[in-house]
């Protein structure tokens, strides 16, 4: 079970979050095979920018008959941050958010059918997503086809405790803002095509076009404009539009070596409504070396273009109709390296696990961003002269898993 990279909480936006739980449960689903018996126990750490996430994580297959398989994960988040944002608009915040899963696969001849829903609730902030594809094997199961459809439901709310400016200084726990109740719905449509072309190599081209509708913003982040006194600028809420669209496309080949060993290479482009393009490159290679080991390396690197109406620091209140200071809509770039081990190992006594692994994985991400900067330095270098931030991140993954 592959999450690198999942960081949980308010450090990706809780689509995204769902759209990553939604690949654990259906990306092994493919077209005339159905995914093995399979059981997975994980531990996940997220640490950097003064953040920390960690959590753990449970995934659990099973076959019923030979047409139909269901999948079950629960994944939970333990979030405690301090980080730029958070320091400058609002107050350190601890929370949990649990995340629940269900799915299942149906084989009918060439042909899979997938639906499932995913339940993610933390205490301020409540997502539900269902979703549906159909794949196709053809032409001699040389190649594969399938088109997928997800909704999403969330209900946002707002901790007075971790908003700018709390009216308790000293809250014992976390209370929801009774004025503040907003709603965000989503939509997404994707087509996939992976096509055996050599007996040694495999291309995959996905396409995926979402539309969000509803509140976009994030009620604990704030744009700064330009004032006199103090810092040099003022605090005040961040204005979205309430629609936003994006296209993505990828592009990956894999080719088998002829010492067992795998290379892969992907790309993939995205771009939406906001004026936000994005680039990442991404190359993997995974080794068996002796019996039951597997080992795995990848370096990713990936950019993108801020907002159209993003500004690190506005020259005046109201300078626009939407303004945001969210680092996520930033300018930036960054480069993740990883590793993995595998080691396969038998469980004596136990006849009904054919086979069973454990796992680590580490990954190293550094971000530079180009136009948002170290707030938190204003009162030493200026407002709107601070260093431009940098973010470095360590996340590990430990897992166990059993097929049965």
Known sequence: MQLAGRLGGRLLPPFARTLLALAVLAAPALAGVLPEDEADLMYHSYQGGDITVNGPSVLIRKKVGDSLSLTYNYYEDMISSASIDVKLSASPYHEIRKQNSFGADYLHGKTTYSVGYIYSKEPDYIASTSYYSISQDMFGDLTTITLGYRRGWDQVYRDLCAAPHPTNSECPDIINDPTFHE???????????????TRNLLATLNYEIDTDQG?????YRQIRYQSTGGAGFTLAPQIYPNTRTSNAASVLLKYYL?????????????????????STIEADYTLPVWKRWIFDGSVRYYTQTH??????????????????????LAAFDSV??????????????????HKSTANIRYDRMMIDYKDYRDALLAAQYGAGSEPLYKLDANVLEVFLSIWY
Do not use: C, K
């Open 183 to 197: 709603r965000a719905d989503h939509w997404g449509y994707s087509f996939g095509l992976t096509q055996i072309l």
């Open 215 to 219: 509140y976009l913003a994030n009620p």
């Open 258 to 278: 002829p010492w067992r060993a795998t290379l892969t290479g992907s790309y993939r482009f995205y771009h939406d409504t906001w004026d936000v393009t994005g």
């Open 307 to 328: 907002a159209s109406f993003f500004s690190d620091l506005f020259p005046y209140a109201n300078y626009s109709n939407f303004m945001a200071r969210d680092r996520e």
């Open 336 to 353: 993740t390296l990883g590793v993995g081990a595998t080691y396969q190992f038998d469980i004596p006594q136990v006849p009904w696990i």
